[in-house]
């Protein structure tokens, strides 16, 4: 069988798929497109690949079975239908784009085509989130019926000045760029309730006075900061379910933290990762507890895992190419990235009108 060639856009985050279509053994990465010719060459280089463009629409005219888009949000939408136009199918970055509109359409695009767009929704490739989903499909927790997630971080900012805190490029700040990932896989965990109604909060405390930074890319204090640093909000579902959602760059916190806690009419579970160092993956650590009542007794599982601390961005490339080979669809496919982005979009419109908004 010959081998899924596969294109990437953009040489960040890009090298996480470079890595996952290089680890599995029917896809190989032909060519890479990245507009910083020097980030391109690198990239080439270390990983041995030898078609490099600048333009990706050049990169388009090789014979390639899929692309994998690593750009800046502003860019997942035009450069997703242009692959899906030229009859390629596409593994797109979270969030989905910068609103449910622009994801409407990337969705419509891969309908139109006949092809498979997937959202890099890693986190529900994580070795924990796989148990939950298999303890949650084995009736472990009866009806989940309220959760709480969040990606909360005490010094956080991502590049400030960079794409990463314009509000055109980025489409928003932590809710857009963190929460999108533990929202979606709480809702994931919970079977996709359809969410109705959303109540939230945005605030920009730290980020303005240039406070807060992580500890990635270089500070541009000629660039702009016009996105939020913290959000907080609260889903209802038709289901009668609740989320209580957080997200933060930057706050007044121990440290950085990922969560999902689910409750249950039958047990509860909490996943964690809590880092030593806001940003650094390698210093984090991943837990997956369930809570039961056995014999009138409180009992804490404590599930023990491979550490994964790439974070499922692997596995997902590799389900991807996996999809492919046996023309299966995708865990995480676009429609999924579209539900999500119209929650955000909800969210953002409540901070701005201070009101309970409806979830078209
Ligand atoms: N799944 C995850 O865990 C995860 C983590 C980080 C970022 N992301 C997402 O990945 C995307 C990229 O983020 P990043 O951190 O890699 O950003 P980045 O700024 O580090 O890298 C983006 C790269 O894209 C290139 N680029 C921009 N426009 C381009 C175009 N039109 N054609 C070709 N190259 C172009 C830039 O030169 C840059 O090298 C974002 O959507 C972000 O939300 C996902």
Same mark, same amino acid.
Request: glycine share 10%; aromatic share 8%.
């Given at each position: 069988?010959?081998?899924?060639?596969?294109?990437?856009?953009?040489?960040? &985050?890009?090298?996480?798929? =470079?890595? $996952?279509?290089?680890?599995?053994?029917?896809? /190989?990465? @032909? %060519?890479?497109?990245?507009?910083?010719?020097?980030?391109?060459?690198?990239?080439?280089?270390?990983?041995?690949?030898?078609?490099?463009?600048?333009?990706?629409?050049?990169?388009?005219?090789?014979?390639?079975?899929?692309?994998?888009?690593?750009?800046?949000?502003?860019?997942?939408?035009?450069?997703?239908?242009?692959?899906?136009?030229?009859?390629?199918?596409?593994?797109?970055?979270?969030?989905?784009?910068?609103?449910?509109?622009?994801?409407?359409?990337?969705?419509?695009?891969?309908?139109?085509?006949?092809?498979?767009?997937?959202?890099?929704?890693?986190?529900?490739?994580?070795?924990?989130?796989?148990?939950?989903?298999?303890?949650?499909?084995?009736?472990?927790?009866?009806?989940?019926?309220?959760?709480?997630?969040?990606? &909360?971080?005490?010094?956080? =900012?991502? $590049?400030?000045?960079?794409?990463?805190?314009? /509000?055109? @490029? %980025?489409?928003?700040?932590?809710?857009?760029?963190?929460?999108?990932?533990?929202?979606?896989?709480?809702?994931?965990?919970?079977?996709?309730?359809?969410?109705?109604?959303?109540?939230?909060?945005?605030?920009?405390?730290?980020?303005?006075?240039?406070?807060?930074?992580?500890?990635?890319?270089?500070?541009?204090?000629?660039?702009?900061?016009?996105?939020?640093?913290?959000?907080?909000?609260?889903?209802?579902?038709?289901?009668?379910?609740?989320?209580?959602?957080?997200?933060?760059?930057?706050?007044?916190?121990?440290?950085?933290?990922?969560?999902?806690?689910?409750?249950?009419?039958?047990?509860?579970?909490?996943?964690?990762?809590?880092?030593?160092?806001?940003?650094?993956?390698?210093?984090?650590?991943?837990?997956?507890?369930?809570?039961?009542?056995?014999?009138?007794?409180?009992?804490?599982?404590?599930?023990?895992? /491979?550490?994964?601390?790439?974070?499922?961005?692997?596995?997902?490339?590799?389900?991807?190419?996996?999809?492919?080979?046996?023309?299966?669809?995708?865990?995480?496919?676009?429609?999924?990235?579209?539900?999500?982005?119209?929650?955000?979009?909800?969210?953002?419109?409540?901070?701005?009108?201070?009101?309970?908004?409806?979830?078209?």
């Amino acid at each position: 069988m010959a081998k899924i060639k596969a294109g990437v856009i953009g040489a960040g &985050i890009g090298t996480y798929h =470079i890595e $996952g279509y290089q680890a599995h053994e029917d896809a /190989e990465v @032909v %060519a890479l497109c990245d507009l910083n010719e020097e980030l391109l060459a690198e990239t080439g280089e270390e990983y041995g690949i030898e078609e490099l463009f600048t333009d990706y629409e050049d990169m388009l005219e090789l014979d390639l079975d899929c692309v994998s888009v690593c750009v800046p949000n502003k860019f997942h939408a035009p450069l997703t239908i242009g692959c899906l136009k030229a009859g390629k199918n596409v593994l797109c970055e979270k969030p989905l784009a910068r609103t449910a509109r622009e994801g409407q359409r990337m969705v419509d695009a891969a309908e139109k085509a006949g092809l498979t767009l997937m959202i890099q929704f890693n986190n529900r490739f994580r070795p924990e989130a796989k148990m939950l989903k298999g303890h949650v499909d084995a009736g472990t927790f009866g009806d989940i019926y309220f959760a709480r997630c969040g990606w &909360i971080r005490r010094n956080g =900012i991502p $590049g400030w000045g960079s794409w990463f805190t314009s /509000e055109e @490029v %980025a489409g928003g700040g932590p809710l857009i760029d963190l929460a999108v990932h533990m929202l979606d896989l709480t809702m994931w965990l919970m079977g996709n309730p359809e969410p109705e109604l959303c109540l939230a909060s945005t605030y920009s405390v730290f980020g303005p006075q240039m406070e807060g930074l992580g500890p990635w890319g270089t500070p541009d204090p000629k660039g702009t900061f016009d996105v939020e640093d913290m959000a907080v909000g609260m889903l209802k579902f038709a289901g009668g379910q609740t989320i209580l959602l957080e997200a933060s760059w930057a706050s007044r916190i121990k440290r950085e933290w990922v969560y999902s806690t689910l409750m249950g009419t039958e047990a509860g579970a909490s996943l964690e990762r809590v880092f030593a160092v806001d940003g650094i993956d390698d210093t984090a650590i991943d837990t997956l507890e369930i809570y039961t009542q056995e014999q009138d007794e409180a009992v804490d599982r404590v599930v023990k895992l /491979e550490p994964d601390e790439a974070m499922g961005r692997h596995t997902a490339v590799q389900h991807f190419v996996d999809c492919l080979i046996e023309g299966e669809e995708p865990i995480s496919p676009a429609t999924d990235g579209l539900r999500i982005m119209k929650i955000l979009d909800a969210m953002y419109k409540s901070a701005d009108s201070g009101r309970a908004v409806k979830i078209k």
